[in-house]
C-alpha cells in the first residue's frame, strides 16, 4: 500500500511564512485529518504536495522514495490527486469530456475514444458508488455530483493518494454522508486520504488520524477516537473556544423588512420563490433553513436588488423602495454578506484595502468630489483587519492571496463594519475556523441585542438553531414551515426533506 | 475568450518584473527569431549584421533617431491608453483605427478652416475637437453594447470601415479637398493650428512635437484617473469582476458608455496628434494602422498606463528603427511586423520566457495558469 512522507516542508509567500518545518505522514487505507485555522497553511501544504507550489525547502518521499514536483503533471503521475474547494470543471461538457481533459485517449487520426472512456468512467464510478451518469452535462448537476465527477477525475488517472480540500463547505447533510462512505469506501481498497474541514465533528467521525497545523506550523496529533471537539477547538486556536453561545432572549420591535407575496424567477426562468410572506423585526434574528437549491439564492437577490421580482412587495422600515437596486438598497442601510465570496463578495486582483470599500468608494470618508482617498481607506482598512482578525501580512495584499477563510472574514468585516439596521447573511461562516466563528456569531447576537433585524440564511442547520430567534423552512421556493422558537433539529430536517406536518 | 486575455493582459499593480522585463526578454528572443528568419530567406550574416546594427542606430543611435522613435511612439500611445482603459472595464475596443481617423478629420477641419484664432487657442481647439469626435465615435459602439447588448468587437470593426469609406469620400468633398487637386487630399492646416516642434532650435529636420509632451501628461492623468478616482475603481472592478461590481451597485450601462466615450477621446487624440504635429493634412491611409498596432501595444503593456508608455516607445523605436534598416540593409519594414508579433506571442506565453531565463522568473507554477 502507498505510503506518502513530507520532511521539514517550508514555503513562504515573500514576507508570510505559510508552511514552517511541517512534518506529516500518510498511508494507505487510512484517513488522515487536518485542522487548523484559517491561513494556518492547510492549502499551501497541500498544492506542495500536488505539485502545484514548489516548496522553499523539505523532501516529499513517496513509498520511501524522494520526489519533486515540478508540475501538477508530475504529481498526478506519482499518484496524488487533489480535489479542489473550487471545481475546476466546464459546464457545457458531458462527465466524460470532464474527467478525460487533459487526459484524452485519442485513437485513428486523433479522434476520441469517447466511448471507451465512457466505459471506464462508468467503471470507476460503480466501483467506488460514485454515482453519476457518464453522459450529463455538468451544469445540469447538482453540486454534490460534480463532486463527485471531480473525484472521479482524479481516481481515472489512477491516484493513489487523495486530497479532499473542505470538501464539505458546499453539501448538504445527506451529501456529506455519502461522501464519507465514497471516502470510506476509498480507504477500503487502500488508497490514502488527506481530510481538510473546519467541521470538527466531521474530522471525528471519519478520521483516522488528526495533524492540527497553527501558524504554518505542526503543533500536535489528536486521536479520534478519544479527543473532542473543544480538545480540538483549543489545540487548533491556542486558547478555549467558546462552542456554544449565550444569548439573552429576544425582544422583537417594530417590523424592519416586510415580505408579502414575493415570487422571483431564477436564471431559467422557473419559479424559484414562490408567494412568499414573512417580516423580520427589530431585535430578531429570522434564520431561513433548506437545502441548498430551494429558492434561498433568489430570494435574498430579490431583497438585495440584484434581481428584480416577478409579483409581491417587499419593504423596508415600514417603506417600499422604489427602484430597488443594491446601491439604493446600501443606502438606506441594508448590509448584505453573498453566499459566494469568490462570486461576487470580493474581487480577486484587488487588493484587501480595495476590497473593504467595495460599496462604499463613493461616499466620504473614501472619497471626495470623484477623488479616492486612500489614506483613509488605509487606516479604517487597518480597522477592520483587526477587528474581524482577518489574517493578511498588509490591506494592499491582493484579496486572492488570502486563504478561503480569511476571504470570508474579509466580506463579513466589510459588511458589519459601516453602520448597519439591517443584515441578510448568506452562509456568514462558510470555510471560518471555530475560533472566527466564535467571533462572528458573537457580532450577529452583538448587532441583534442592539435593536437590527438579521436575515440569515444558512444551510448549515447548527448555525440556524445556534442564532435565530424565528424559523422559517424553505422547499421548493415556498415556506413549507415556520419555528416560533427553537425546535429539535429531527422537525426541522423533516421540514427541509419536505414534509409539511 | 475575454478572461483569458485579462489573464494575461491585465496587471493590475505595477510589477516591475511583469511590466518591464518580460518584454524586454520577449523583445530579445523576437529579434533572435527574427534572425533565424533572414537567415532562413537567404540573407548573408553580415547584412544581418547591418541589419540589426542599423535597427538600434536608427532608433537610438542619434539624436534623429530618438526624436523619429518618440514621434512614432506618440501616437500610438494615444491610442493604446484608450484601448488599455476600455480592457480594464472588460471591453476589447477593436476600434482605434476608426476613432483616430474620425477624430483626424475633425482636427483638420477645425485646423484649416478657422483662421482667425491665435495659436494658444486654436490648436487646443483642433486637438480638442478631435478628442471629442473621436470620444462619440466609440460612444455609439458603448451605446450599441449598453442598450442592445451588441458585442463591441463586432461593432468597432464595423465602425471602422465604415470610417475608412468616411475619410475617403469627405476627402473628395470640394470643401475639404485641397483646391486645384484631383487626388483625394486636404486642404493642409493652418500653423496656428500646428503642434511646434520641440527641438528646431538644435536642428529644423528634428519632427519631435509638443504632441510628445501632451502624450506624457496624458499618460499620468490616465493612471490618476484609473488608480485615484471613483471612476477608475468603478472600470476596474467592473473589468475584473462585474458580479461584483454589480453587487457593489456599480452600473455597468454607464460604466461600459464612460469608457468607451474615454476610450475614443484618447483614440481622437491620436489622429489629431499625427494631423497636427506631423502630416499637417489627411489622405487616405493617413491613420497608417496605428490603431490596430495600438491594441499590441496596450496588450504588451498589460493594460497599465506605464506599461503602455514603455511598450509604446519599443514599438516606436522599432518603427524608426526599421525605416533605416530598410534603407542600409534593403530587408523589408515586414520584419518588423514579424519581430512585433513574434513580442506578443512570448509575451501571451510568458512560461516560454519564463523557462528560457528561469533564474530571474523563480516563480511558481500556480501563477501562470
Ligand atoms: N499565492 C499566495 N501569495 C501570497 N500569500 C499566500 C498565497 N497563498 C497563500 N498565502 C498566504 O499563506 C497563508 C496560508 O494560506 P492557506 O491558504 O494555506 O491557509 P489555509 O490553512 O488553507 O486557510 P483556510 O482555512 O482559510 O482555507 C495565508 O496567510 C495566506 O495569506
Ligand atoms: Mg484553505
Redesign the pocket.
Known sequence: MVSIELKNISKS??P?T?NKDINIFAKGGEILGLL??????????MNVLSGLYRPDSGTISINNEEKTFDSPRDAISAGIGMVHQHFMLVPIFSVTENVILGNEETGFANFLKLSESERKVKEISEKYSLFVDPKEKIERLPVGSQQRVEIIKVLFRSAEVLIFD?PTAVLTPQEVAELFNIMNSLKATGKAIIF?T?KLHEVLEVCDRISI?RA?EIVGEADPKVASNKELANMMVGRPVNLSLERRSSKPGKILLDVKNLSVLSEKLDLAVSDISFDVKEGEIVGVAGVQGNGQTELVEALTGLRSSLSGKISYFGQMVPNMNPRKIHQIGVRHIPEDRQKSGIIGNFSVGENLILNNYYAAPYSKHLKMDWDVVSIESQKIIKNFDI???SND?LAQ??????QQKLVVGREMSSHVDFLIASQPTR?I?VGSIEYIHEQLIKSRNAGNGILLVSTELEEILALSDRIIVLFRGRIIKEFESNPAPEQIGLAMAGHSI | MMDYLKKKFVSEHLDVKEILLVPIFATFFALTIGCLFLLATGEGLKNIFIAYSSLFIGSLGSLNALSETFTAATPLIFAALGIALAFRAGLFNIGAEGQMIIGGMAAVIVGFSIDFLPVWLHLPLALSVGALFGAMYASIAGWLKASTGAHEVISTIMLNLIAIRLLDYMLRSPIIQKEGRNDPISKSVLNTSELPQLLSFIDPQLRLHAGFLVMLGTVLLIYWLLFHTTIGYEFRSTGANPNAAKYAGIKATFTIVLVMFIAGALAGLAGANQITGVLGRASPGFSASIGFDAIAVALLGRSHPIGVLFAGLLFGALIAGGRLMQVKAGVSVDLITIIQALIIVFIAAPLLVRRAVPWIFKE?I?KDK
Open positions: 509567500f515573500g508570510v505559510a487548523g485555522e484559517n491561513g494556518a497553511g492547510k492549502t499551501t501544504l473542505e481538510i473546519h497545523l504554518g489574517r493578511t501580512p495584499t492571496n488570502l486563504s478561503g477563510g480569511n470555510g475556523d | 511558481d500556480k
